[in-house]
């Protein structure tokens, strides 16, 4: 029902900073809880950050908390996802996640419990 795109991926140098934009169709953005997650290769998708419709309530996963800050823009229908102090084991595509919520302000870190997803962007940090 909603389609996603990441975009702000690249190469940058350990301690460097990144933004990364998630773009959803449709006029109906703030019934969706919205999530990042990011996999590298051979590993299982991990959950980076979510937040709830209205921006009011955020989790951060335990290896980016305190460095990572995700927020979104409901009349724009875009969500974002600042990365400071990035590291080497930040190295990932990081995705763009959905899910519907009629109602409550629950935000899951489970991959299973997201409805809908971007086609992810690639975020290499060097050292």
């Known amino acids: 029902q909603v389609q996603l795109v990441e975009s702000g991926g690249g190469l940058v140098q350990a301690g460097g900073s990144l933004r990364l934009s998630c773009a959803a169709s449709?006029?109906?953005?703030?019934?969706?809880?919205m999530g990042w997650f990011r996999q590298a290769p051979g590993k299982e998708r991990e959950f980076v950050a979510g937040?709830?419709?209205?921006?009011?309530?955020?989790v951060y996963g335990n290896s980016v908390k305190g460095r990572f800050t995700i927020s979104r823009v409901n009349a724009l229908n875009t969500m974002y996802l600042r990365m400071n102090s990035l590291k080497p084991e930040d190295t990932a595509a990081y995705y763009c996640?959905?899910?519907?919520?009629?109602?409550?302000?629950?935000?899951?870190?489970?991959?299973?419990?997201?409805?809908?997803w971007g086609q992810g962007t690639q975020v290499t940090v060097s050292s």
């Open positions: 449709g006029r109906t953005f703030s019934v969706y809880t």
């Open positions: 996640a959905a899910r519907k919520m009629p109602s409550g302000d629950y935000i899951s870190t489970e991959v299973a419990d997201y409805d809908d």
């Open positions: 937040i709830s419709r209205s921006g009011g309530n955020t």
